[in-house]
């Protein structure tokens, strides 16, 4: 979805990173949401970073989670929703990272497997742990591939 958000408006995904810009006017000495009249065209367009985030993003949804986030008012808090329901909260995240980290480690190749079955397996742990943070050199994931192969 980040991806796709960059790709189609970077500065929506400015939107989503900061959070909605809201134009504000000094009134009393207090800063209040200024009128939508009152609002310069360079203020619209930040705004409106916020609403083509929000329509980005819901158009990515199932229907499911559309329904699960109408309530939000922001494309951040759409986000948010979005990120602990795929990938849960730091805890769950950083239990996640340390087992893949585990499987990543102890990985072999097993008698009567592939060498394609193997490489769709460790692809599909080494890039759940790039999801996670965690980075790998080319030479290491090389080395390890090499490795775990069978002399056959």
């Known amino acids: 979805m980040k991806i796709i958000i960059q790709s189609i408006n970077p500065s929506a995904w400015n939107a989503?990173?900061?959070?909605?810009?809201i134009p504000t006017k000094e009134e009393n000495g207090e800063l209040v949401p200024k009128e939508w009249d009152e609002i310069k065209d360079d203020e619209?367009?930040?705004?409106?970073?916020?609403?083509?985030?929000?329509?980005?993003?819901?158009?990515s949804l199932s229907s499911h989670e559309f329904f699960h986030n109408t309530r939000c008012k922001s494309a951040k808090e759409?986000?948010?929703?979005?990120?602990?329901?795929?990938?849960?909260?730091?805890?769950?995240?950083?239990?996640?990272?340390h087992i893949l980290v585990s499987e990543y480690e102890a990985f072999l190749m097993k008698n009567g497997e592939t060498i394609?079955?193997?490489?769709?397996?460790?692809?599909?742990?080494?890039?759940?742990?790039?999801?996670?943070?965690?980075?790998?050199e080319d030479d290491g994931l090389n080395i390890k591939i090499l490795n775990f192969l069978?002399?056959?």
Do not use: C, Y
């Open 16 to 21: 989503i990173v900061k959070g909605p810009f």
């Open 44 to 59: 619209k367009r930040k705004v409106q970073d916020n609403e083509k985030a929000k329509s980005i993003s819901t158009s």
């Open 78 to 97: 759409i986000w948010k929703m979005v990120e602990v329901t795929h990938e849960g909260t730091t805890n769950v995240r950083r239990a996640r990272k």
């Open 116 to 136: 394609l079955e193997i490489q769709t397996i460790f692809t599909h742990i080494v890039n759940h742990l790039l999801g996670l943070g965690k980075t790998f």
């Open 150 to 152: 069978t002399r056959t």
